[in-house]
């Protein structure tokens, strides 16, 4: 029956260790308490929290080092580009600033995805960066234990199944982890039997192989003991990472047995040294924070270190490092025994004083705990509480040690008018500690109250401790002070920043009115918590942290965007970096027709209207999610690059801005996302067919081919023809049509200012411009006599025309043939009827460009995607090709 009992038992426990021991369980447990695992759960975990590093795993297949900088949750097939620590493929091919940048994508591809950066895996054959990396840590976490039991069949069907081409045998794990690289591999091997590279393959794979053995050798070197030699696998290793949460922990544990020994040592130093009572708890107090020292010193012979910011995980590197630092000798100091002592001058806790020399683990616990905490004010505030008691106990334990003799005299504390309760027991050692605290608190707190020192030696601590008090009052009132203003920092900015406006308004006689709108922008400010200055909030972090928070914070908002749904990644992750947050008031203007637009808006928060010419007119209303301004920053409109409409703020509206110079930058790169924004612009365009005379001032665009520009907007009736028939062209009629034309784009070629060209309308010309026919497109844009008529009419009105003619009387010609040319002028119906058709044909020429470019982009990605590829197999380099080859999915799919 016992026998049975004790069996069940055996066999429960070996159930809850097996299940305990399976690799995502102790992952999870060891990622978040921060022990790291062989070396290829370390590189993940540091892949993680953006750490690059170097290690090296060695498997029965041969090497593997990945390297890279990484954000979030980039996988190690992405690391395998990070600089200096890839080998295995050819250095030129490293593209770190690619990598980050793909570590960004990554976030927010997971955020797209609806996975937080960070969170847990994707589903089984995405490719996406956590799903990869947990995967791939659980095979490489497998790979170890393979490794660990010896068993190299499994190890070779495990490799036999990544059916591995390159030189790392980690890589292709990786590899199979995907169907996207499985078919990739396959595309791999054809074009290897196509090429015929099969000899130069495996030269080149000795090659590399040999390379891997030489950097092998070297980061064993480097690394020491658990990468040094060629091995047979990875060795189970635990190593706590310095940045973990296991070692924070610790750095608690190990403070407290300090504090023990800070408060403690003294106190039975002074007033009760260790009575026969109280002996066994006392030792026992003492030994067991000597436990916890001797434990430290071994935690830290397993606790990570980073050289030259690589975190160092070998166990004989570790142990050297630690051995070789000046916090061993610290710690051995700490652990002095001289307690032995007490079996021959008797119990002194004084002996024990080096227990005191580890306050330096204290102060760094208490460093990274005021960093870590959310309430920094709340720390501050304890800590300080907690120092001011250390010194009072400290300097009641003083105390009593200096006027050991004469301090507790019943007579003097009546002499001095002291209180200090009932005169106790020199045995009582706490009662005594208490009257001496007491009398110390009233001394340090500059409350009064102090005994008459009688002796020199007593003298002279008084007055240490008066002055001490002063200053321990002072810093005190600081502390207390800086604490009281930091709890109201944010609101004290803020009301300076109010008051300084009221200010500058009433100075500068602002309108009630105005100051009253300005005065409830701050109100609104403030009761949206977006009082605080966020630029400035963030302005201290690297751009890639920035980054990272910018696509946390934005990313939703881009999200709800129409044309940013079902855009790729990359697009959103460059937009979110751009992206500046502004507030407008209820009927504040957020541009007007006619103006120059130089941002598109992205609206967070709030309701906008888009409003016609008399200010009423409601075109559309826009909410979160929705956007506008994008027509004149693509010059689309039909006054180029001003604003076809007015956009106004109904209540408060929280918007995102991104500048026409950000958004080309962006829109390069992405072609695809700029078809769709052109095609809705095209739609909204629609509504302003029957678009005022501005047309008239359209011309191509020099800084986006293909669409046009404007320089400004010219009334009809301003509009003058300048005669510069006779000049270039026969009186045909053709010309005639071509000079109409032109006519009406010419503004375009004058740099800037209103156009001083106008028309003068005939009736007379009327039956004329029936005869005409149209122009063609063709003669619009192609011809070239009409090229030369493009003619800036400040160039012919400034009489330079006469003085370049080579014929004489050129100027008297030009005046004899204006009211020919007027005859042959349409009238104004006519000219507006005739602009519009271009106009229509000029979208549809646009449309015409943006998909052959659409084209053209999809051609380049094949011809990039071969070459990549081809590359690939010359190189035999995995990784970067793979890398290079997603960059070229990418594009393909922007260009789709
Ligand atoms: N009918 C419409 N619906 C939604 N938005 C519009 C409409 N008409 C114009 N807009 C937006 O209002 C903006 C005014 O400035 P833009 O011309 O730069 O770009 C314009 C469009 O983004």
């Not at 021959?344 to 306050?359: A, D, E, Q, W, Y």
């Not at 810093?475 to 004290?492: E, Q, W």
């Not at 103006?595 to 909410?623: C, F, H, P, S, W």
Request: aromatic share 10%; charged share 20%.
């Amino acid at each position: 029956m016992i026998d049975e009992y004790i069996f069940h038992t055996y066999i429960a426990y070996i159930r809850i260790f097996v299940y305990c021991s399976r690799p995502p369980f102790i992952q999870i447990w060891q990622f978040s308490i921060g022990i790291i695992t062989s070396a290829r759960l370390m590189e993940d975990r540091l892949s993680g929290s953006g750490t690059r590093i170097n290690t090296v795993a060695s498997s029965n297949s041969g090497l593997f080092t990945a390297g890279g900088s990484s954000v979030g949750s980039s996988s190690a097939a992405t690391g395998a580009t990070g600089g200096s620590s890839f080998v295995g493929g050819p250095p030129s091919l490293s593209r770190n600033r690619s990598f980050s940048k793909h570590s960004l994508l990554e976030i927010v591809s997971n955020r797209i995805s609806g996975s937080g950066v960070g969170g847990t895996s994707s589903a089984e054959g995405s490719s996406g960066g956590i799903g990869l990396t947990k995967r791939f840590s659980r095979e490489s976490f497998s790979a170890a234990c393979v490794n660990k039991t010896q068993q190299p069949q499994q190890q070779q069907q495990l490799l036999q199944a990544n059916d591995s081409l390159s030189p790392s045998a980690g890589t292709e794990l990786l590899a199979s982890s995907t169907t996207t690289r499985r078919s990739r591999d396959a595309r791999r091997r054809d074009l290897k039997n196509k090429l015929k590279l099969e000899r130069n393959w495996d030269a080149r794979q000795l090659e590399l192989g040999g390379n891997g053995a030489h950097n092998f050798a070297s980061s064993g070197a480097n690394g020491g003991g658990a990468s040094s030699g060629p091995r047979s696998g990875c060795k189970w290793t635990f190593v706590f990472d310095p940045a973990g949460r296991l070692c924070y922990y610790w750095s608690m544990v190990v403070s407290l047995a300090f504090l023990y020994n800070f408060w403690v040592l003294i106190y039975r130093f002074a007033f009760q040294e260790i009575a026969s009572d109280t002996l066994v708890m006392w030792l026992c107090l003492d030994y067991f924070c000597d436990l916890v020292y001797v434990l430290d010193i071994a935690f830290h012979f397993r606790t990570g270190y980073l050289e030259e910011g690589v975190l160092q995980t070998d166990a004989s590197k570790l142990r050297q490092h630690y051995m070789n630092s000046t916090t061993f000798y610290v710690d051995c100091l700490c652990l002095l025994p001289l307690d032995f002592l007490y079996l021959s001058i008797g119990f002194n806790s004084m002996l024990r004083c080096f227990r005191l020399v580890k306050i330096y683990r204290f102060w760094t616990f208490m460093d990274r705990t005021e960093r870590h905490t959310n309430y920094p004010n709340v720390f501050r505030s304890i800590s300080l509480v907690h120092y001011l008691l250390v010194i009072f106990h400290w300097n009641a334990c003083l105390y009593r040690i200096v006027m050991r003799n004469n301090s507790f005299d019943p007579s003097l504390i009546r002499d001095y008018g002291i209180w200090m309760g009932q005169p106790t027991d020199p045995n009582d050692g706490v009662g005594q500690y208490l009257q001496s605290f007491y009398l110390c608190t009233l001394t340090l707190t500059t409350t009064g109250g102090v005994l008459k020192p009688r002796t020199k030696g007593e003298l002279l601590f008084v007055i240490i401790q008066l002055i001490f008090g002063l200053m321990l009052f002072a810093t005190v009132l600081g502390h207390v002070s800086n604490i009281v203003i930091n709890v109201s920092a944010a609101r004290k900015e803020f009301q300076a920043k109010l008051d300084a406006v009221k200010t500058y308004m009433r100075m500068r006689r602002v309108p009630r009115h105005l100051q009253v709108k300005v005065i409830k922008w701050f109100d609104y400010l403030w009761f949206t918590q977006k009082s605080s200055d966020e630029e400035k909030s963030v302005g201290g972090l690297p751009d890639k942290l920035k980054a990272e928070i910018a696509i946390h914070v934005h990313l939703d908002t881009l999200k709800r965007v129409e044309i940013f749904q079902n855009t790729e990644a990359g697009f959103l992750c460059e937009l979110v970096l751009r992206l500046r947050p502004v507030l407008f008031s209820p009927g504040d203007y957020i541009c007007r027709k006619g103006e120059v637009g130089k941002e598109m808006y992205i609206v967070n928060r709030g309701r906008l209207q888009v409003v016609a010419d008399n200010g009423r007119t409601v075109l559309a209303t826009l909410k979160a999610g929705s956007y506008f301004g994008e027509i004149s920053i693509l010059n689309m409109g039909t006054a180029g690059n001003r604003r076809t409409a007015s956009v106004r703020s109904v209540g408060y509206s929280d918007l995102f801005v991104l500048s026409k110079k950000d958004m080309w930058d962006v829109l390069k790169e992405y072609p695809a996302a700029r078809v769709r924004l052109e095609a809705i612009a095209v739609k909204r365009l629609e509504k302003y067919k029957k678009a005022p005379l501005e047309k008239a001032a359209l011309g191509r665009s020099h800084s986006t081919p293909g669409l046009v520009e404007s320089t400004g907007r010219v009334p009809l009736e301003r509009m003058e023809l300048t005669n510069t028939q006779p000049l270039h062209m026969p009186s045909n009629p053709d010309s005639a049509n071509v000079f109409r034309s032109s006519a009406g784009s010419s503004s375009s070629t004058g740099t800037g200012g209103e156009s001083r060209c106008s028309f003068r309308t005939s009736r007379r010309s009327s039956a004329l411009q029936q005869q005409q026919p149209l122009l063609t497109p063709q003669q619009f844009f192609g011809d070239s006599s009409a090229g030369s008529l493009l003619m800036p009419p400040a160039f012919l009105a400034s009489g330079t025309v006469g003085n370049r003619s080579t014929s004489p009387g050129t100027s008297r010609d030009l005046v004899a043939l204006e009211p020919q040319i007027m005859k042959t002028l349409p009238p104004a119906d006519a000219l507006v009827a005739e602009i519009n058709r271009l106009r229509e044909r000029l979208l549809m020429l646009e449309s015409e460009n943006t998909s052959l470019s659409a084209k053209l982009n999809r051609q380049q990605w094949e011809v990039e995607n071969r070459l990549a590829e081809i590359e690939m197999q010359i190189c035999g380099a995995g990784s970067p090709a793979d890398s290079a080859t997603d960059d070229n999915e990418r594009n393909f799919e922007s260009a789709i």
